[in-house]
């Protein structure tokens, strides 16, 4: 949606767009071979139209996406019709760009067949777009406490005394005041909330071919029957509900929190919402917030700049992994974890993730990532206890667990790695797999 909404505007600026007769979008690799399991024609189409994710309506998207399938059109930038063949968005799997799996390439035709313009852009992860023409490492503003690694990460909590969740809101507080930050850190949690709410009051089935029965809301009543979350006899419950009725949202269309991947996005609100129900002495729940999140973004950092978040680049490792290793972070973090035991409950997280594929049956994101991102939830608070029982030492880093995930990815065939051609999707019979 970003990458079209993107496009849209670039012919508005160079002023061609009501020459525009004909648009062609060609989904390359990881991204053609899942495109309609994971709604990406739905989302370009959207995003021709000018639509963003973190402003569409979902049931407006819902409901549009059906006019432009019975219509056969899309207004470009939102005004401009044009018609949309058949063949409008090609699914291209074998084609693999070598800048990056993710890539998909737009084309605008003028009445004579003239190209008007033509544009590739990136899925990189974690909702980043690259365009062709821009580099891979985006220019930032200088941070008073730059780091690439978590050893440097340490080191500049040891020299400055500060915690990891200080040194992130300082570098955040360049580019804008303190004060916005924490504004923008209580919304993206007010988002995943309300994630949370409507996955557990939304019964029914999830789109696409598996039929796939939505368990969220039934079991939020079974447990709301016994009493509201606190009671630590039924945590663990509580816990795998918030996961799960995140990910049934994100199944189904609706608006989540990409933390840091939309497959991998029930984890980190998940532990969250743990946190603020069962953790005893906590302070203000916005600062609870904005710790967690702080911290969990220290960790996300590193994974994107030393290997990848990207299931097409790193198998489910790279997103169920590197989620449940931020959200350890974070929670070692409201435990009063040192940075220390903070790196080591992440480092814990992502060792006992190594190794996992990305095999979505029928391209959907429901089975296995819907229970996936449970399991991840228990094991990131699995990983936050074992922290806090040592004193931070240990023998394995977080950047020697990151390092072995790049080198994994790099070495997992493709057929693991978000193409839905290896694993359970080959061994799971689908009858239809279309959203």
Partial sequence: MRAANRFAHLLEERGVLDRVIGVRVELYGSL?????????????????????????????????????????????????????DADAIALLPRVVDPRHTNALRFTATAADAAVLAEKTYYSIGGGFVLAEDEPDTQVAAPVPHPFETAAELLERCAATGAGIAELVLANEAVTRDEAEVRARLAEIWRVMRECIDAGCRTDGTLPGGLRVRRRAAALYRRMIAHGAPGDPARAMDWLNLAAMAVNEQNAAGGRIVTAPTNGAAGIVPAVLFYALHYLPDLRSDDEAVAEYLLTAAAI??????????????????????????????????????????????AEIAIEHNLGLTCDPVGGLVQIPCIERNAMASVKAVNAASLAMHGDGTHRVSLDQAIETMRQTGRDMLDKYKETSTGGLAVNVAVNVVEC
């Fill in 300 to 345: 996300a950092i590193l994974f994107k700049r030393r290997a990848s978040i990207s299931g097409a680049e790193m198998g489910c490792q790279g997103e169920v992994g590197s989620a449940c290793s931020m959200a350890a972070a974070g929670l070692t973090a409201l435990l009063g974890g040192t940075p220390a035991q903070i790196e080591n409950a």
């Fill in 32 to 84: 053609g071979a899942t495109g309609p399991g994971h709604g990406t024609p739905d989302a370009v189409v959207l995003g021709l139209e000018g639509h963003r994710p973190e402003t569409v309506d979902p049931e407006y998207a819902a409901r549009r996406r059906r006019e432009i399938h019975d219509d056969a059109k899309v207004l470009l930038a939102g005004r401009h019709p044009v018609a949309l």
